[in-house]
């Protein structure tokens, strides 16, 4: 191999890095190697890479001669073209970090990079579901009014409870009064896994995703205001709201009694059932349409109950049955 075949294979590696490209690269090398002089005018038409070559700086009329090309040495031409392709490469670099700045900006800017996220109208229902769909071990909610979904059936909950999910609700009293709520929603799932515990009343609504989100929303609301949803991040205020389920968690009592079975210690499930729905609120008419009791046999039914108890009204029947764990 040459030694100008070395140099033209070294060199034009190097030259298209520098952003030349392969017409520049040989008229460069034909200039560095003498075998091209360049045109005797330099401003006469010719091959366009020479004069390319000049408005780079690495040619340059010979001084000599005055009427020709010749090569800028590359420790020099070399420099100018790595200092223009550097101060591109600065160029480019700050356009990029300005864009990102920017779009950073924007973001911090947007509510769903703070702690706090409000979702409001039609996308809370598509919120919700891909939240509670995202959980890896369990969801803990406060079931309370009012709803965002019309419908009972409960079915996310029942896939997830599918896969090993565990589930842990509180319901309150206004749940169990939703006509249908009770046998389409919440005895399927507990059927399927899901511990279920009831309070008179829940102050807000709740579900905790994992250790990592939580959805809030108010258990009331304005009939005039729209529905709005709160999304909440990693914080002080998602350890509040975790605390504040678990200590509810703690003081529930059981929705449906452990029993599947009657024994000889307490009622039947059909009685206790009763009983649970009382304890957790629900109004006589509710019992009576979710049962399917007729009046007659509500009352006779819980008018045993009370004589069995030594209760002579329903807060003491309440307080005998959870004493004598005929609420679980």
Same mark, same amino acid.
């Given at each position: ?6 140099? /033209? ?85 700050? @356009? ?35 939240? %509670? ?10 079931? @309370? ?11 996310? %909950? ?5 896969? /090993? ?27 399927? /896994? ?65 029993? @599947? ?35 007659? @046999? ?31």
């Amino acid at each position: 191999m040459t030694v100008g075949a070395t140099i /033209g294979a070294d060199l034009a590696g190097h030259l298209e890095l520098l952003g030349l490209d392969p017409a520049e690269c040989a008229a460069y090398e034909r200039l560095l190697l003498a075998r091209d002089p360049g045109p005797r005018d330099p401003g006469a038409p010719g091959d366009p890479a020479l004069h390319s070559l000049v408005d780079l700086g690495l040619a340059t009329v010979d001084p000599l001669s005055g009427d020709r090309l010749v090569a800028v040495p590359p420790d020099v031409g070399l420099e100018i073209l790595a200092g223009r392709r550097q101060a591109a490469i600065h160029r480019a670099r700050s @356009t990029v970090l300005a864009a990102y700045e920017e779009f950073r900006r924007s973001r911090h800017a947007h509510p769903a990079d703070g702690v706090v996220e409000e979702v409001a109208g039609e996308a809370i229902r598509q919120r919700i579901r891909q939240v %509670e769909r995202s959980a890896t071990a369990e969801i803990r909610r406060f079931d @309370t009014p009012p709803y965002f979904f019309p419908d009972v059936a409960n079915t996310v %909950e029942l896939d997830q409870l599918a896969t /090993g999910i565990r589930y842990r609700v509180v319901y309150a009293a206004g749940s169990l009064a939703r006509p249908g709520y009770l046998d389409g929603n919440i005895a399927p799932c507990v059927a399927a /896994g899901e511990q279920a515990r009831q309070a008179p009343a829940l102050p807000v609504k709740l579900t905790l995703v994992d250790d990592r989100l939580a959805l809030l929303s108010p258990s009331a609301r304005p009939a005039e205001s729209s529905p709005v949803l709160l999304m909440v991040r990693p914080s002080g205020l998602l350890s509040a709201l975790a605390g504040l389920f678990e200590l509810t968690w703690r003081t529930a009592a059981p929705l449906y009694p452990a029993a @599947t079975t009657p024994d000889r210690c307490g009622p039947p499930p059909a009685e206790r059932r009763l009983l649970a729905l009382l304890a957790a609120g629900a109004t006589d008419e509710h019992v009576i349409r979710d049962l399917g009791l007729s009046r007659r @046999t509500f009352y006779r039914r819980l008018g045993a109950l009370m004589t069995r108890a030594g209760a002579a009204n329903r807060v003491q029947l309440a307080m005998y049955a959870r004493r004598a764990g005929w609420l679980g």
